[in-house]
């Protein structure tokens, strides 16, 4: 049992709670087994109904570093600023219920912290599922995907004079914070009651009023993508975007002049977060997101907080597609995801022959249809290297993969020029069941 005062501790670690029995122990048993012994846990438990609450107060009867706070369901950000108000150290932390950090997190990111005084500190993360045999799948995800942007990590920024920064992943729990930036900047989550995105407010608000941020390249925090009940698939929750930006442009308001350089971003985040929760609401809310999403883009160019700069890829081309015809947009949108789900509803296991860029491309199509966590392989004919994982998924010659002949999906995941050797290889191995990716989208 640990004992320690509470003015020792030098991380407060809040962990809001809400009906994650499956997943508490794990996460609960990774905070406490840090190196750093120098903890204050708070877990808010937000009005659970199933056996989180009792599994937190079995855990607080033999860690006296944890406390729990019971109450009434008021939503995420509640939580989280109820824990904040609680805390007593000089640092800050974020832990989602049903995810887990790697023992050394907290640790590592104080003494970066204290040695650089810093009001920031931010790391990589890594996504984790269960894949259909209940093995654990990790993908490591940078906060930056562009190499040339690598130059960033591991120094003293101030973000005024990097904004590029401001594209970087923007995840709360993956970092630690200074108690008295926050306050002093009254810094808390908005606590809309039922909202989802409400980390997105204190993301943005710790990013415009920092004067110093440290990026570490190094993954402390497993993200957890497989439960079925986290906020972020929800299929009802139309304007939680918008309504989560409503809130920071309340607050740019307030910081005046100095808000006034992020508007270009609050902007492009609204519109980004609108694009993303247009795929995974349910059919007959895209329509109203979408026209929603078309006026606030025509209202930002009216505005002058359009940076066209920063529209690209992906996000460029779907607001193209929004603005040009909303309900083709839409019939687009609802097809592709329905084809996804029609061709992958039998099949409890999915193997993307194919490890390239085109393998990844589809991983991410799978992945957008949240169908992912049944991908187990991907296959190469050859594999003629070290290569032995994508995206956290193992890389297997497809002779190996004989066994799931019958039982697996095979994504031909390779260019057309291609795919005649790939089914040539399937039908030498038995494969029963295959489908070309251009097929399915």
């Not at 005024?160 to 926050?182: C, D, H, P, Q």
């Not at 497809?398 to 002949?405: K, T």
Request: charged share 30%.
């Amino acid at each position: 049992m640990h004992r320690m005062e509470e003015h020792m501790a030098k991380v407060s670690v809040i962990i809001p709670v809400y009906n994650v029995e499956n997943y508490l122990k794990e996460c609960l048993d990774s905070v406490i087994n840090q190196t750093m012994k120098e903890l204050e846990i708070i877990c808010v438990d937000d009005g659970s109904t199933d056996h989180s609450k009792d599994i937190l107060d079995q855990y607080a009867s033999k860690d006296s570093r944890i406390q729990v706070i019971h109450k009434k369901n008021e939503g995420y950000g509640k939580a989280i600023n109820v824990g904040v108000r609680a805390a007593s150290s000089d640092y800050l932390g974020i832990v989602e219920s049903d995810d887990k950090i790697a023992p050394e997190m907290y640790e590592d990111l104080y003494e970066i912290a204290k040695n650089h005084r810093v009001d920031v500190v931010k790391a990589d993360h890594y996504e984790f599922y269960a894949n259909p045999e209940g093995f654990y799948i990790t993908e490591y995800i940078p906060l930056t995907q562009k190499q040339e942007e690598i130059h960033l990590y591991e120094k003293i920024l101030n973000i005024r004079e990097n904004m590029e920064v401001m594209k970087f992943a923007k995840y709360t729990w993956s970092g630690i914070y200074r108690m008295e930036f926050l306050r002093g900047n009254h810094i808390l989550h908005n606590e809309t009651p039922g909202a989802s995105y409400q980390d997105n407010g204190f993301w943005f608000q710790t990013m415009a009023k920092s004067k110093s941020i440290y990026f570490v390249r190094k993954a402390y925090y497993y993200y957890r993508i497989d439960n079925p009940n986290s906020s972020v698939v929800s299929t009802t929750k139309v304007m939680a975007v918008n309504n989560e930006y409503d809130f920071i442009d309340e607050i740019l308001c307030e910081m005046g002049r100095e808000g006034d350089v992020f508007r270009k971003w609050s902007r492009y985040f609204r519109l980004w977060g609108n694009v993303g929760v247009i795929s995974q609401l349910a059919d007959e809310y895209k329509e109203e997101l979408a026209r929603v999403t078309k006026q606030e883009y025509i209202q930002g160019l009216q505005l002058g907080e359009i940076d066209a700069d920063l529209y690209e890829g992906y996000l460029k081309e779907r607001l193209f597609d929004i603005l040009a015809d909303v309900r083709r947009f839409v019939r687009k949108d609802w097809s592709r995801r329905q084809k996804i789900e029609r061709v992958t509803k039998n099949y409890s296991m999915v193997i993307l022959y194919g490890a390239g860029q085109i393998g990844k491309m589809v991983q991410g199509m799978l992945k957008e249809g949240r169908v992912n966590t049944k991908i187990k392989y991907f296959a190469v004919s050859d594999k003629n290297g070290e290569l032995t994982e994508v995206k956290g998924i193992p890389v297997r010659e497809i002779r190996e993969l004989e066994m799931y002949r019958k039982k697996a999906l095979v994504i031909i995941s390779v260019g057309k020029a291609y795919a005649d050797d790939v089914k040539g290889m399937l039908q030498k191995y038995g494969f029963e069941h295959w489908i070309f990716y251009k097929d399915m989208m």
